[in-house]
Structures are given as structure tokens and as C-alpha cells.
């Protein structure tokens, strides 16, 4: 079994920028690749970034290129989502997932799930 735990979410102006952070325990981190996805109210899940277990690729959604970085520590168990020049539309449930036997985008191929932290972007 592995937990996830988010964190870092918030609300921010448009332009702003935001760290979420996703600590994991259970089997050993370092195994698995990691991803971000969001939804936002009335839509549904959709892919963010994900990175490898040995976080050498990486791998985004064309809306978040140059603006969001995935990168992970694995001697601490965590996986990050730097956030830069936020858009309303950016405003979502952001979830993290782990992998065993699988990277990339399919939401279905992730074997765990936090519990989403919440980002609000202003206008």
C-alpha cells in the first residue's frame, strides 16, 4: 500500500505562483513514477505532469508547459508541482498519483491517489 498526501494549495492572483508538494509513504518511493492531475468543478480528471522514478523524464500537458515543474526527492518521499504564472482556468482539485508499472497521461494506469489539495487562481 502507498498514501499519498497533498499539500501547498491555496488561493492566488493570476500571475502568481504556487508550490504543491505530495509525500508518500508505504513501498519504497523511489520505485514508482509519480503524476499530477486536476479537476476542475463540473469536468472531469485530466493529466497535468509525471515524472519517472528516476526523475530523468518528464513528461506535461501542452496547457502547462513553461509555466508548471514536476521534480521529485526521493530520499524524501515527495514529489513537487511548481506552479508559475497562474491562470483562472489553472483553478482545480490537484491530485498526485504513483505508478508501478506505468508513465505517462492515463489517469487509469495510476494505482494510488492523494486526496487533492484545492488551487484557486483570481482574476
Known amino acids: 500500500q502507498v498514501q499519498l498526501v497533498e499539500s501547498g494549495g491555496g488561493l492566488v492572483q493570476a500571475g502568481g505562483s504556487l508550490r504543491l508538494s505530495c509525500v508518500a509513504s508505504g513501498r519504497t518511493f523511489s520505485s514508482y513514477a509519480m503524476g499530477w492531475f486536476r479537476q476542475a468543478s463540473g469536468k472531469e480528471r485530466e493529466f497535468v505532469a509525471a515524472?519517472?522514478?528516476?526523475?530523468?523524464?518528464?513528461y506535461y500537458t501542452d496547457s502547462v508547459k513553461g509555466r508548471f515543474t514536476i521534480s521529485r526527492d526521493n530520499a524524501k518521499n515527495t514529489v513537487y508541482l511548481q506552479m508559475n504564472s497562474l491562470k483562472p482556468e489553472d483553478t482545480a482539485v490537484y491530485y498526485c498519483?504513483?505508478?508501478?508499472?506505468?508513465?505517462?497521461?492515463?489517469?487509469?494506469?495510476?494505482?494510488?491517489w492523494g486526496q487533492g489539495t484545492q488551487v484557486t487562481v483570481s482574476s
Open positions: 515524472i519517472r522514478w528516476s526523475g530523468g523524464s518528464t
Open positions: 498519483a504513483a505508478a508501478f508499472y506505468y508513465y505517462g497521461s492515463s489517469s487509469n494506469e495510476y494505482d494510488y
